[in-house]
């Protein structure tokens, strides 16, 4: 049987490590067959990476969409069902920040991380939740932050916009358990991808890698049906960056 596996923000970072990490496990384990549904708004980078995982025996398609834009989300759910008749998974992993002091921020700043983080995620989990009640069945992933229940100072409206997103984690569970659909918050400290622009070489050292969010998400798909893991909270050994 196939599992159709919807991915945001598959392009780079987080994402394509946990595609790439369906994909290995999958080659080791016969009777799993993930088909990954690979969103992004840039065709290029999820173009390569289905090849990647195609080459590791994975089915991937990639579908280019901004998650901020309802018709984008309307036109993913569509050709995700029209093709594969069903949507098993979603990890809502899309997400921005601008990182900078709290008299900087502009009003741009604040509409393009809340119409990512906050109304693209809702409305996109509000859509697939309804398929998979109605099947009873399924696996909702939110990729949040440490910085869901902690603030640092350079990411005021970041911040605001992952408490959200815990706050929608939080109501859409109650829902979730009514109807067998398991909801997972997965809270990442730093972790080296581009989201970190130039700051991240320098920071390297102190934070993990994209494997190992990965690897947590995958397994946590894994576990039986009876078990839902309910939050993953990875933090580097030394702790939380400071910025
Ligand atoms: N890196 C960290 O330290 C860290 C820590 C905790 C939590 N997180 C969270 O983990 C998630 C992934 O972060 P990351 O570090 O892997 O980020 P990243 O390297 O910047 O990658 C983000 C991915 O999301 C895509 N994306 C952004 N906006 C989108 C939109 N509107 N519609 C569709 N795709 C979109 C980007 O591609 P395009 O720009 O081409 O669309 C890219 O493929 C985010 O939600 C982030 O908040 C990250």
Redesign the pocket.
Same mark, same amino acid.
């Given at each position: 049987m196939q599992d159709i596996i919807l991915l945001?923000?598959? !392009?780079?970072?987080? !994402?394509?490590a946990i595609a790439l990490d369906f994909s290995q496990k999958s080659q080791k384990n016969p009777s799993f067959n993930p088909v990954l549904i690979l969103?992004?708004?840039?065709y290029n *980078?999820i173009a390569k990476l289905a090849e990647k995982c195609r080459a590791l025996g994975t089915q991937a398609v990639p579908i280019e969409? *901004? =998650?901020?834009d309802l018709d *984008?989300i309307d036109h993913l759910i569509e050709q995700t069902t029209e093709e594969f008749g069903t949507i098993d998974c979603l990890i809502n992993?899309?997400?921005?920040?601008r990182f900078k002091d709290l008299k900087e921020m502009t009003e741009d700043d604040f509409d393009y991380i809340m119409?990512?983080?906050m109304k !693209?995620t809702f409305f996109l989990t509000q859509k697939v939740f309804s398929i998979m009640e109605k099947r009873r069945s399924g696996h909702i992933f939110f =990729?949040?932050?440490?910085?869901a229940e902690m603030a640092f100072k350079s990411s005021s409206v970041?911040s605001m916009s992952?408490f959200g997103q815990k706050g929608l984690v939080e109501a859409l569970r109650l829902y979730g358990r009514e109807c067998n659909v398991k909801i997972t918050n997965v809270?990442?400290?730093?972790?080296?991808?581009?989201?970190?622009g130039e700051a991240a070489e320098e920071l390297k050292p102190f934070?993990m890698m994209?494997e190992d =969010?990965a690897g947590p998400v995958v397994d946590a798909y894994l576990q039986p049906s009876r078990t839902s893991v309910e939050e993953i909270v990875l933090r580097p050994v030394g702790g939380d960056i400071n910025s």
């Open positions: 945001t923000g598959a !392009g780079k970072g987080i !994402g394509e969103c992004s708004r840039t *980078d969409a *901004d =998650i901020a *984008d992993n899309a997400g921005v920040g119409s990512v983080n !693209g =990729i949040t932050s440490v910085a970041y992952k809270m990442p400290g730093a972790v080296y991808t581009p989201m970190w934070m994209p =969010i």
